[in-house]
């Protein structure tokens, strides 16, 4: 029998230490914690959990630090601890207490699950609701949209002439990508009294 620990952060730039303490604390060794660095919505998604799943077998256990960091939604959950049942895996999660080797654990891991899901949606209500305030109050969000460079004006001529080629103007544009340099260029011809394609 062997014991596995599974360890997730939503992204590259968060911290897992915390998870891998509690790991180390109950003696899984290192090869058979895996950690995986990504949103949890969607299992198949998740590369370290399925090879997770493909590597236990019958007598052996995953240990979780929280339900949160194995399934985002209650679907979720109760269909990979049903996958670990079907090969007479156990799962443990350590901050609900749950063992799904008791009637207890099984049902402690529906509620929570559960609840797991109601407290998502509830993030994500009050998310849109910010957006929707910040656009009532004429607030933009996401990145600034970015603005041609001071010298796009001189820019265009030498790529109109041929002095100057397209991926070199597009570097000196900061980098942008030819579908930013176009839309660009079809603003400046309109601002001068031309077309898009640049007829009068």
């Given at each position: 029998?062997?014991?596995?620990?599974?360890?997730?952060?939503?992204?590259?730039?968060?911290?897992?230490?915390?998870?891998?303490?509690?790991?180390?604390?109950?003696?899984?060794?290192?090869?058979?914690?895996?950690?995986?660095?990504?949103?949890?919505?969607?299992?198949?998604?998740?590369?370290?959990?399925?090879?997770?799943?493909?590597?236990?077998?019958?007598?052996?256990?995953?240990?979780?630090?929280?339900?949160?960091?194995?399934?985002?939604?209650?679907?979720?959950?109760?269909?990979?601890?049903?996958?670990?049942?079907?090969?007479?895996?156990?799962?443990?999660?350590?901050?609900?207490?749950?063992?799904?080797?008791?009637?207890?654990?099984?049902?402690?891991?529906?509620?929570?699950?559960?609840?797991?899901?109601l407290?998502?949606?509830?993030?994500?209500?009050?998310?849109?609701?910010?957006?929707a305030?910040?656009?009532?109050?004429?607030?933009?969000?996401?990145?600034?949209?970015k603005?041609?460079?001071?010298n796009?004006?001189?820019?265009?001529?030498?790529?109109?002439?041929?002095?100057?080629?397209?991926?070199?103007?597009?570097?000196?544009?900061?980098?942008?990508?030819?579908?930013?340099?176009?839309?660009?260029?079809?603003?400046?011809?309109?601002?001068?009294?031309?077309?898009?394609?640049?007829?009068?």
């Open positions: 029998m062997n014991t596995y620990g599974y360890i997730r952060v939503s992204s590259a730039d968060q911290n897992e230490d915390r998870q891998l303490d509690a790991m180390h604390a109950l003696g899984i060794s290192a090869n058979r914690i895996y950690t995986e660095k990504q949103s949890g919505k969607r299992a198949a998604n998740r590369p370290r959990l399925q090879a997770l799943m493909a590597a236990v077998k019958a007598g052996d256990s995953v240990t979780v630090e929280s339900i949160s960091r194995f399934a985002r939604n209650t679907k979720d959950l109760l269909e990979l601890v049903e996958q670990l049942a079907a090969k007479g895996v156990e799962f443990i999660s350590l901050k609900e207490n749950i063992d799904t080797t008791t009637p207890t654990g099984k049902f402690m891991l529906t509620i929570f699950g559960a609840v797991a899901e407290e998502r949606g509830y993030i994500l209500q009050r998310q849109a609701e910010g957006i305030a910040a656009k009532r109050r004429g607030k933009h969000l996401g990145r600034p949209a603005k041609p460079p001071t796009f004006k001189t820019l265009v001529k030498r790529w109109e002439r041929k002095e100057t080629p397209l991926p070199n103007v597009l570097t000196e544009c900061g980098r942008v990508s030819p579908s930013t340099f176009y839309k660009w260029l079809a603003q400046h011809r309109i601002a001068r009294g031309f077309g898009r394609d640049g007829t009068p």
